[in-house]
């Protein structure tokens, strides 16, 4: 899985395996998301998408290992369909992960991983897509949150 984001490229070394599951890596570059996407697919991967702390974790420290300045966003697989609402009482807000290669995204996602750092807009109109947006935060470090 890779994650996408603006800036120049990183060093090759910005790739994280966990035990046991997909590597992820990072590839900086200013793109749509569908290009984000198509960029990934080269590469035999897709977007990444995170079924728990753990895997948020790595990707987390995989991002500042690429030596990304804050703020960024990074596209991941994060979608909502057209004739899917937003879902307020949801850690995702109605957005899915896409699945992977193959692959099926969870569908399940623990409510630790519903923080957004700006709501996204109430509708069932249109499909949308979010990123991993990071922010530096000088008391704690890096801060996460989904952003449309």
């Known amino acids: ?5 603006r800036a120049p490229p990183p060093p090759r070394a910005a790739v ?3 035990p046991a599951g997909a590597c992820f890596s990072a590839h900086l570059a200013n793109v749509s998301y569908a290009e984000a996407r198509g960029a990934c697919h ?3 991967g897709g977007l990444a998408w995170v079924s728990g702390e753990p895997e948020l974790r790595l990707l987390l420290g995989l991002l500042a290992e690429a030596a990304m ?3 960024a966003l990074f596209w991941v697989g994060l979608k909502r369909n057209a004739s899917t609402c ?3 009482e949801q850690p995702l807000r109605g957005f899915s992960w896409e699945g992977v290669g193959g692959g099926t995204a969870p569908q399940e996602v ?6 957004w ?4 807009l109430r509708s069932c109109l249109t499909a949308r897509c979010a ?3 990071l922010a530096a935060d000088p008391r704690d470090g890096p801060s996460w949150g989904w952003k449309e």
């Open 1 to 5: 899985a890779c994650a996408l984001g």
């Open 16 to 18: 994280r395996c966990p």
């Open 42 to 44: 080269q590469r035999r």
């Open 69 to 71: 300045p804050a703020p």
């Open 86 to 88: 937003t879902h307020e």
């Open 110 to 115: 623990p409510a630790a991983l519903g923080r």
């Open 117 to 120: 750092v700006q709501e996204p």
């Open 131 to 133: 990123g991993l947006h």
